[in-house]
Antibody, heavy 121, light 110 residues
Framework: QVQLVESGGGLVKPGGSLRLSCAAS????????MSWIRQAPGKGLEWVSY????????YYADSVKGRFTISRDNAKNSLYLQMNSLRAEDTAVYYC??????????????WGQGTLVTVSS | QSVLTQPPSVSGAPGQRVTISCTGS?????????VHWYQQLPGTAPKLLIY???NRPSGVPDRFSGSKSGTSASLAITGLQAEDEADYYC??????????FGGGTKLTVL
C-alpha cells in the first residue's frame, strides 16, 4: 500500500534552516508528481510546493518562494524540502502529498502523517 | 485569508443532512478546474473524500456527495453519524499555477 513518511521536523530559531524528507513506498515514485502542504497550528491547509516526476518542473507558493527548495531523488524514492530563512509564520505541520491529475486539475490522493516544524527563539 | 471560501462551522443532529459550501473565483473553480474535498479527523492527516467534483474514492460511504456549479461547489453529508465530526476542506487548482484550499469547515454532530 502507498506510504509517505515525513521526517526532519523540529525546533529552529528564526533565520535558521531545516531540511524535511519524505520517504515513499508502495508505488512507482518516479512516475508521480509530489507536493508539500502545510498546516499552521489550529489553521487550514496551505499548499507549499510542487515538483514534477522528473524534477524538471517546480512551483512554489508566494509565501515561500526564494526561501524554500523542493527536490527529489527517484533512486531513493525520496522527496525533500530545504527550508532557509525560516520565520515564525512558517511554524506548521508539513505534509508530503501525492497529486493525481484529473481532466481539469489535480487532487491529493495520499498524504503522509506530517512532521512539525516550530520556528521560535 | 484562504482563496476558497467555506463557512467556519456547520452542525447537525445524527441522521440529518448537512451541506458545506465552497466559493472560488474565475481563476480557479470558475475557470473549470475540478473541486476536491478532504476530511480531517482530530490529530490526523487529511484524507481524500471526494475528487473530480463528485467522485468518491473506494471506501468512502455514499452518504458523502459533491457537486459543482459556476464558481462554487458543495459537499453534502446525509445520515449524519458521530464519526463524521471533523474538519472538511475543499481544494482546487488556480490559473496562477498553484493549488488552493478553503479555510476549512468544522462539522459538529449535535
Amino acid at each position: 500500500q502507498v506510504q509517505l513518511v515525513e521526517s526532519g521536523g523540529g525546533l529552529v530559531k528564526p533565520g535558521g534552516s531545516l531540511r524535511l524528507s519524505c520517504a515513499a513506498s508502495g508505488f512507482t515514485f518516479s512516475d508521480y508528481y509530489m507536493s508539500w502542504i502545510r498546516q499552521a497550528p489550529g489553521k487550514g491547509l496551505e499548499w507549499v510546493s510542487y515538483i514534477s516526476s522528473s524534477g524538471s518542473t517546480i512551483y512554489y507558493a508566494d509565501s515561500v518562494k526564494g526561501r524554500f527548495t523542493i527536490s527529489r531523488d527517484n533512486a531513493k524514492n525520496s522527496l525533500y524540502l530545504q527550508m532557509n530563512s525560516l520565520r515564525a509564520e512558517d511554524t506548521a505541520v508539513y505534509y508530503c502529498a501525492r497529486p493525481t491529475v484529473t481532466t481539469h486539475g489535480y487532487y491529493f490522493d495520499y498524504w503522509g502523517q506530517g512532521t512539525l516544524v516550530t520556528v521560535s527563539s | 485569508q484562504s482563496v476558497l471560501t467555506q463557512p467556519p462551522s456547520v452542525s447537525g443532529a445524527p441522521g440529518q443532512r448537512v451541506t458545506i459550501s465552497c466559493t472560488g473565483s474565475s481563476s480557479n473553480i470558475g475557470a473549470g478546474y475540478d473541486v476536491h474535498w478532504y476530511q480531517q479527523l482530530p490529530g490526523t492527516a487529511p484524507k481524500l473524500l471526494i475528487y473530480g467534483n463528485s467522485n468518491r474514492p473506494s471506501g468512502v460511504p455514499d452518504r458523502f456527495s459533491g457537486s459543482k456549479s459556476g464558481t462554487s461547489a458543495s459537499l453534502a453529508i446525509t445520515g449524519l453519524q458521530a464519526e463524521d465530526e471533523a474538519d472538511y476542506y475543499c481544494q482546487s487548482y488556480d490559473s496562477s499555477l498553484s493549488w488552493v484550499f478553503g479555510g476549512g469547515t468544522k462539522l459538529t454532530v449535535l
